[in-house]
Each structure stands twice: as structure tokens, then as C-alpha cells.
């Protein structure tokens, strides 16, 4: 059987799409034989008299084959393996066959695909043995497919999930001419798939054949040339497929972390549909296209005509554009120029291109910040991203350190051995309940550090504990410091506590906490120092980080052993004082055992707190005070009707309280004469509240405190005692604890709402 014999296409892929979209297979079986089936994994679907519908959990290998299958589907693709039965000689020797996960075959493209996954997320694996295998059948292979597909391009990809593949596997691929691709990878392709349909193919070949020739492609164009900012550029108009074949369009995310520049936004569908729809309807656009040709270290071919004018800075000729697969970037005009994709003017139509030679990547970003109104229409953490791109080798020693920070902030959440892997929000990857940390956050707190330099015009102000001069050297310094305690601290606390997610409102791995553990961590190599136990400049990092794992552990011990509710007010805090108040109690807790450590500033937080926490908790206070009273007495009134102290007051509190109004009003003028309700305080009304019949015909339903469900009436009204408490100990110590400040901010949240 030929291969073309073994692939389905047409209606057949379709069918089978659907089928492998699912994680479950089904069966439908009588009814006497569902135990049998359920005995075996299955479980119940639908029940019908006569048969019931069951479903099973494909294995985890085999859903993410599917997933494979279908993203190459997706990507346009029109004749693939059906099955994971498919085989391939790879000798002549019809007998020796290779099983092939995936096979998908385009016009002009052949594609092998190995599906790698793991249920153990992020595990260490050796594939030397497999890919060196392939290595040796790799020829065999492709002689056997030539003979049906002589004219295509042929690759062979090495997909995986849940596996941290090491440098020399990733180094073997490379040298064996085959694709790696990570989830990252794959995410990125299914995302770009679900926005542009098979006209995300294009990405894919710019992808996998680079700077490879595309012999049937000879294409050259009437340009005119001229120069832009010491760049040599020329404008020419062109059909849109043409561009589309030869064009590449370089997102910001982790699949393409290694290519420069990427500044790009991903397409927006919604856009792009609108695009094509005003294309099919005869539109048009008559704004360029702007893109830099890269030539490598030949420059364009350009044939000028004789009819120039020699006065002219400008030039008319033949440019003859490269033959090769991602060979021009595309700095603006993506959606304009995909809109044609699936069009059947992409052939007929023609649109206008500026091309610069070879434009530096710096360049390029800049021009699609400023075309993108000044970087106000780019996204935050894009800006972010781009600008690690721009400033990193900045001659300005402040944006310098700025770039260097958006670096090492990157390479935490794109690094696989760390262990905030895929938890940073990079470019314009879509954030997730685990990837919910970004660059701004980090970058600050590494930026508003001692690690690095600071500097004001230009001139040094104070120099990094880790500042080499050098941003490379540097962040090999720091970077590795950085991960390292980050990798103790998760494996103190524990999978169950660094894996959640920003879905749990106690999580450690946020924002503020991150932050927060950073700065420790500069207070730490300050301290250590400062001590003579490090020399941050000269000591490799295994040692510096070998003297900090002793107070990281009292920061792991501190974070298991508090409460939920404690978590919940580090994580979430909001506004720019959340990070501070994470670091500044991680630093208390490790001040708690070893007392030298006292970093600068630490005591005068805490007592600046607490001078606010007790000076809102007497306002508080008052005004929870005044708001039970007016409460109570307005429901005492409708009951009994006013003046009627005897009816609802315990006999020793209305004498109490009649004696005081006495007292108070002998002698003086009406105006200032008092009530009772001046005298009342919180055990006051407590006791009212719960005297005779008052708590049930009244109370009850107002006053229970919502945590205390059961218990009798005091149980239920203790709240009044404890704020009483902590109103005495204020005028005695004229502090108040954080716990004791945040149940005042609670009381008085509550009864706002009722």
C-alpha cells in the first residue's frame, strides 16, 4: 500500500477531527453489559431504556497526540495519518517500519511528528537514545517519501509535554535537522490557528524552513528606492501571497523567546474576519505595509533603470526579492496583509510595501512602537517585554539596568529549570490562573533593590551589590542567586503550596509575595554582606545562596504555619504597598530569631503601622459605637416606644445610667443636658441586647456576628465584648495589634451592611 493510500483527507479529515477533539471515547452497550464496562473504567454517559451511553479517559499520551493532530489540522494541512497505527518504511526493506504519531502533508510540505508527554509536570528526561534513533532512520525515511511527494519539503518534529528537555537533547535536534517543539510552542500555534485558520500555515513553514530556498519563487518586482534614516529602503507593490510565502511575523511570547526582534501583538480574529469580509467585498488599502528584508550579509539585488534622473535621490528598478522562507519581517500592517490569506484576491490584488534592507532590531521595534501611537496602544506587558529589547544595550546607564531587570524578570518565567516556569506573564501570553505574576512587578522590585547601580543624569548615585558594569556579567551574577533561593524557598513549602494558583486568594506565588520575597532577599545579601559572610561580586552564587537557606527556611516555616485568613491579607493587599508589607513581614519574622538582622527602615514601619492602625481603629471604634446605638435604640423605640428604660434595661444598668444623667445635667443650662445614650458603651449594650425577651422579639437576627452559627445569645454577642476589649487596651497602651485592627475593620465592614 502506497502512503497516499494510508492518509485520509476531505470530508474523512473532518469526521476524524471530531473524533480526536474529544479527551473521552464513547460507547453505547445494553443494558446488561454495563457492569462489565463499568468494571472497567468506563463510566456513565447517557441511560436509555434498551442501551446506555458510556464514556472513558483517553490515556494521556493519546489526548495529546490528538491535540497534535488536530492543531496540524488546523493549520491547514489536507492529508494526514489516520490513526495511531500509521507506518513508514524507512528501508528497502519493506518489513523494517518506523510508527509515526502524526503525518500531515500540505502542497509543498511533509511532516513527521513524535509526540513526547508525561504526566509528571516539568519532569527531567533523556531522549538521546530516541532521537539518535530517528537520526539513523532519517534518510531512510525521506527516500521512501520522495518517491510519492518528490517536490515537498520534508521535517521531522519532536513535540513534548510536561518534559524539561535538556540543552544537549535540544542541541542534538538542532544538529539533526529536526523541530522542537514545547508547549509554549504548541500553544502558540493553536492560538495563532484559532485566529487565522490555515493561514497560520504560513508562520509555520517561515518556522520550520528558515532561510531555506523556495526554488519555484523567482519573484522580482518594479521598486522605487530611495534611504530613510541611514537605512536603504524601497517602496514597491506586490501580490499579497507573495509576501505571505516570504513573510514572517515575529509575536512577543515564548515560543518565539529565541527569535529577535518580537514585538508583534498577536492577530485578533475579530479584526482579521473584518478584514477579509471587506476584502471579498472589493476592498481595499491604500496605507503600506512596512517590513525589513533580511538579506543576511548580501544586500538586495537591484537593478536600476536607465531612465533615472542623476539629480534624484530616489531610484526606479528591478528589485529581485529573496527566495527564502522568513526572509522578510513584518514590522506593520499584519492584519491587513493576512486579511488576504484566504481570499481569492490574494492572487489578482496588489498592496503597497515599504521595505527597509536589513533594519536593525532595535529599529524595528521603534518604528512599530511610534506607528502604534507612542506605545500607548501596546499593551503593558508588552511595552515591558519590548522594552528589555530597547534598553538593554542602551548607552544610558539608567535604562541600561532597567533592561537588564525586564531580562532576568523574563527569564524566571521562561526558564524551564525555574520555579516560576510559565507562572510570568510574557509579551502577550494570555494570563492563567498559574501565570499571573508580570514582568512590572518583578523588574521593580529587582529594580527598586541594591542589586543593581542606581543613577540619576547619567552619574552613579550608589553601586549594585551584584553590578559588574557590564549588564551581561552582571546578570550572570545575579540571575542565578535569584533562581536558586526561589527553587529553596519552593521546595521548603511544598508542591500543595507553591502550585496554587491565583485562583486561591491564600496563594504564595502572586504578585505582592513574589515581590515581597525579592526584596528579603536583597535585605539578605545586605546583611550577609555587610557581615563579611558573602562578597556578593566575587563569590559564586552556591555559596551566597547556601548562607541565605537558614533564614529562607524561617520565611517557608512562617508561611505554613499562619493562618489562612493572614495568607489571604499578604497575597492580596492591594495598591503599591502590598509588596512592602509581604517583605517587611517575612523580614520581622526572620528578625524574630536572629535579632542582628534589622534591616534599614524595618522598626520605623512597623511603628509608623501601628500608629495609623491605632489612630483609624479610635475612629472606628466611635463610629461602630455610634452605629449600634442609633441601631438599637431606633429598635427599641418601635417596640416598647421611647423613654421606657425600665422595659428593656437590666435594673442595675438603667440606674447606673439614670444616676449618670443626673449627675451630668445638675445645674446646667438645657443645651447641655445629656441622655442616656450618651453614657451607654459597648458591655452596656451588649447586656441590653441580650435582657429578657430583647434578644429573640429583636436582636437575633441583626446582631448574630455571621462566623458564629451556633451557640446561645452571649456566644453570639461576644463580638461586643471583644470590641470592648480592645477599646480598653487601646487607652491603655495606646497601640493595637494587626489582628485586633483588622476585627475592627471587619465589625465595621459588617455593619455598614446591615
Known sequence: MSIKEKLIFGDELLSYKKRRKHEYEYVSVPINKVSVYLNDGWQIYREHKTITRLKKMKPFDEIFENQIWVLFCNLGFKMMSKDRNFTLSYSENRCLTQQIDVFAVDDETVLIIECKSSIIKNKKQDFKTE??????????????????????????IFATKNYNVGKQDIERMREFGFAYFDEERISYYTALANHLGVASRYQLLGNLFANQKIPELDYVVPAISGKMGGYNYYSFSIEPEIILKLGYVLHRNNSNKDSMPTYQRLIKKSRLTKIQDFVENGGYFPNSIIVSIETGKKNLVFEQSKQNRSDSL??????????????????????????????????????????????????????????????????????????????????????????????????LGENRDSPLFDRVIVGENTPTSERCITLETLSKAIRESNFLSKYSNSKMISHGTFDMYDNDKTFDKLYPVLLECLQYLSEQL??????????????????????????????????????????????????????????????????????????????????????????????REINSHFHSFNPEGLEKYWKDRNRKNTDESIILLNTVLDSIKTSVKEMLDNKFGEEHLDLWAPKNIATRLQTKVAEHNYGKERSQYKDIWDFIDFLDLREIIIFGSNWTEVFNKKFTYPSICKGDKKEKTKWLENIFEIRKKIETTSSITQDNYEYIVNINEWLKKI
Open 314 to 411: 530616489s531610484k526606479i528598478g528591478l528589485l529581485h526579492l529573496p527566495q527564502v522562507y522568513r526572509s522578510i519581517y513584518i514590522i506593520d500592517g499584519q492584519h491587513r496583509l493576512y486579511g488576504y490569506s484566504n481570499s481569492k484576491y490574494k492572487t489578482t490584488n496588489t498592496i503597497p510595501v515599504v521595505a527597509f534592507e536589513n533594519l536593525a532590531q532595535e529599529e524595528q521595534i521603534k518604528i512599530f512602537m511610534d506607528i502604534n501611537e507612542n506605545q500607548k496602544a501596546v499593551p503593558k506587558n508588552l511595552r515591558n517585554t519590548l522594552d528589555e529589547d530597547l534598553k538593554y544595550e542602551s548607552k544610558d546607564p539608567k535604562e541600561c539596568r532597567e533592561g537588564l531587570a525586564l531580562k532576568i524578570s523574563r527569564e
Open 494 to 587: 511544598g508542591d500543595n503550596e507553591w502550585q496554587k494558583g491565583n485562583d486561591t486568594k491564600s496563594a504564595f506565588v502572586k504578585n505582592n509575595v513574589i515581590s515581597g520575597i525579592i526584596r528579603v532577599i536583597n535585605s539578605l545579601v545586605n546583611y550577609l554582606s555587610n557581615n563579611q559572610k558573602i562578597n556578593p561580586l566575587a563569590d559564586n552564587y552556591k555559596k551566597i545562596v547556601n548562607e541565605m537557606k537558614n533564614y529562607l527556611k524561617i520565611i517557608a516555616e512562617f508561611w505554613k504555619n499562619i493562618s489562612e485568613e493572614e495568607k489571604i491579607e499578604l497575597s492580596t493587599s492591594y495598591g503599591a504597598g502590598g509588596p512592602i508589607k509581604s517583605c517587611r513581614t517575612f523580614e
Open 131 to 156: 532521537l539518535e534513533a530517528w537520526h539513523g532512520k532519517r534518510e531512510g525515511l525521506f527516500k521512501n517519501i520522495k518517491k510519492e511527494f518528490p517536490n515537498h519539503k520534508i521535517k521531522i
